[in-house]
């Protein structure tokens, strides 16, 4: 789960879509995916085919640019509801910090909730080979890697 979509992702109606931000460089790399030939279409079919949902904490919020500090006035996701419409749904992990802060709400569900470094090109305190194993330790955790 992430927090709420920067500028560039609300601009193109597309998670995850600010040219630097790592999370589908990690998963591409983690599922021998090759990410250049894969449009955005693509690039959610290979989440969905291995198993992962892509959702956020926030269904709303106020926020000029698209840093998680500026986050005001923040209206949660129904987590019970999407809870309820993923049977499947096996653990939840938090794209970083300004997400995991609402780990109490996540683990009201019953299942295991991870906090992952966040992709976001503001976070360069990790390397992106340290991210990729964290992210890799917690989707092998729960099998959506082979």
């Given at each position: 789960?992430?927090?709420?979509?920067?500028?560039a992702?609300?601009?193109?109606?597309?998670y995850?879509?600010?040219p630097?931000?790592?999370?589908?460089?990690?998963?591409?790399?983690l599922?021998d995916?090759?990410?250049?030939?894969?449009?955005y279409?693509?690039?959610?079919?290979?989440?969905?085919?291995h198993?992962?949902?892509?959702?956020d904490?926030?269904?709303?919020c106020?926020?000029?640019?698209?840093?998680?500090?500026?986050?005001?006035?923040?209206?949660?996701?129904?987590?019970?509801g999407?809870a309820?419409r993923?049977?499947?749904?096996q653990?939840?992990?938090?794209?970083?910090?300004?997400s995991?802060?609402?780990?109490?709400?996540?683990q009201?569900?019953?299942?295991?909730?991870?906090?992952?470094p966040?992709?976001?090109?503001?976070?360069a305190?990790w390397?992106?080979?340290?991210?990729?194993?964290?992210?890799?330790?917690?989707?092998?955790?729960?099998?959506?890697?082979?």
């Amino acid at each position: 789960m992430g927090s709420f979509p920067g500028v560039a992702s609300l601009q193109s109606q597309r998670y995850y879509a600010h040219p630097r931000n790592q999370f589908w460089p990690i998963l591409a790399s983690l599922w021998d995916e090759d990410l250049a030939r894969l449009d955005y279409v693509g690039r959610v079919a290979m989440a969905q085919a291995h198993g992962l949902a892509i959702w956020d904490v926030y269904e709303s919020c106020l926020r000029v640019g698209s840093l998680d500090s500026a986050i005001q006035q923040a209206r949660p996701n129904d987590l019970l509801g999407l809870a309820a419409r993923m049977p499947l749904l096996q653990a939840i992990a938090h794209n970083g910090g300004e997400s995991a802060r609402h780990r109490a709400l996540t683990q009201t569900l019953g299942l295991p909730v991870y906090k992952l470094p966040s992709t976001s090109p503001a976070h360069a305190a990790w390397s992106l080979e340290r991210k990729r194993e964290a992210w890799r330790e917690v989707l092998q955790r729960h099998g959506l890697l082979e």
